[in-house]
């Protein structure tokens, strides 16, 4: 009697592929079946990643305020001026007439004006001693100087076209006080002002200029009328240049070549403001203050993600038990808690990207500070909240493969 034929071996069934769809299914479960816990983990992770937005959006708005106020103080501006000391006594000191023509070709420069000193007297009324003049200067000035000082009118206008050939004049906000001619009335004849010897109507006064006290303590004319009427000879004695910020050095360092080639000792050139220096260090300090605080949101968030995915496999082993006694295999375990932790933490990034634009917005309003809305620190907080559910849910995510499942069904 023969024996009977031996079962052919049965081949173990391969593992089933869960496609992407199933994965974030299964990972939501979590999430839906512990939503109290879920939302405390997911407000942890949002407030860290509002906090990176909020301390990158609010001082970046900040620093763009004090970019702006710096700015006005001059750290884009230079000023060169003829050297009195090195000429002889007596001697007028003075810029070649075509200075500024030259010195507009260099490359960096956006706008330079030229003024001139006409060494004449500034008086109220004839009855004022002429060596008495207050401490006044009376300088023929262009019409584009206004905006290379950032200078503003208080009251009336500055010279046009039309009244810089004529013989009127625009008060530096000193020179209005002691002149006594604070501020001018509209509907009234313009006052007059004595200079040399030939009357001046004031058709303007000036606010206080930070970068250019002379100019406050100054009376301005046009090129023309102080030319026809105080005996001025066109050469100029003093140059502001406004030049691109970055090469603020380089246009210093070119400066008394270009305006006086023959002589460049003959030029003075300020040196650029010491506000250009603090706003560099500032743009320096507050950009490692970024990196520093959003280093530890992310840290922060990412510690409450791994506590709560790893308080959710000791509660769930059971669950993880019955899973694998199924047939579910590691693989399949570790993508569906890394999947939670990585949906975990990208509600909190989202949630925590609202709330910290919200506030940010708010905050930049109040103090009326230029909105700087920080696209780097938005891209950088959704990214980081899935790096971080990523390294956040690895351990707790092989810890639930690697329990057995006899051991996981028996966990009370």
């Given amino acids: 009697m023969s024996a009977p034929p031996r079962p052919s071996a049965v081949p173990s069934p391969s593992p089933v592929r869960l496609p992407l769809s199933d994965v974030l299914l299964l990972g939501l479960i979590g999430i839906r079946t512990r939503r109290i816990r879920a939302a405390l983990s997911a407000l942890g992770i949002s407030i860290g990643i509002a906090t990176m937005i909020v301390v990158t959006g609010i001082p970046a708005s900040s620093q763009r305020a ?143 200029i930070p970068l250019a006290p002379d100019i406050d303590r100054s009376v301005l004319v046009g090129w023309d009328a102080a030319r026809d009427n105080l005996g001025f000879d066109g050469r100029p004695t003093l140059l502001f240049v406004q030049a691109d910020e970055s090469a603020v050095e380089d246009v210093h360092a070119v400066l008394p070549e270009t305006i006086a080639p023959d002589n ?40 409450g993600v791994a506590n709560t995915m790893v308080i959710s496999v000791l509660d769930r082993r059971r669950e993880i038990g019955l899973r694998r006694a199924l047939g579910a295999s590691r693989g399949q375990i570790r993508s569906q808690f890394l999947a939670e932790s990585v949906a975990l933490s990208c509600l909190g990034g989202i949630a925590g990207v609202l709330i910290g634009v919200l506030a940010t917005v708010a905050y930049a309003a109040y103090r009326t500070w230029p909105l700087v809305f920080p696209l780097p620190a938005v891209g950088s907080g959704l990214g980081g909240a899935i790096l971080v559910g990523i390294l956040a849910g690895v351990y707790p995510a092989v810890r639930a493969s690697r329990l057995p499942p006899t051991e996981a069904l028996s966990a009370t």
């Fill in 66 to 208: 004090l970019e702006a106020e710096l700015t006005a103080l001059g750290t884009n501006r230079l000023k060169a001026v003829a050297d009195s000391s090195l000429t002889e006594p007596g001697e007028t000191v003075a810029i070649p007439k075509e200075a500024a023509a030259m010195v507009s070709r260099i490359g960096p420069v956006n706008a330079v004006t030229d003024v001139a000193n006409t060494h004449a007297t500034a008086r109220r009324s004839e009855r004022i001693d002429s060596q008495d003049a207050a401490g006044l200067l009376v300088l023929a000035a262009r019409r584009n100087l206004p905006e290379v000082l950032n200078a503003k009118v208080r009251s009336g206008s500055y010279l046009t076209a039309v009244t810089e050939r004529f013989p009127a004049a625009v008060l530096g906000s000193v020179a209005a006080a002691r002149l006594g001619h604070p501020d001018l009335v509209a509907g009234e004849p313009p006052p007059q002002v004595l200079l040399g010897n030939r009357w001046f109507s004031v058709v303007g006064i000036l606010r206080s």
């Fill in 264 to 303: 460049p000792g003959l030029v003075k050139v300020s040196r650029p403001s010491n506000a250009l220096a603090a706003k560099r260090s500032t743009q320096a300090n507050f950009s490692g203050l970024f990196v520093g605080l959003a280093g530890v949101a992310l840290l922060v968030g990412g510690i």
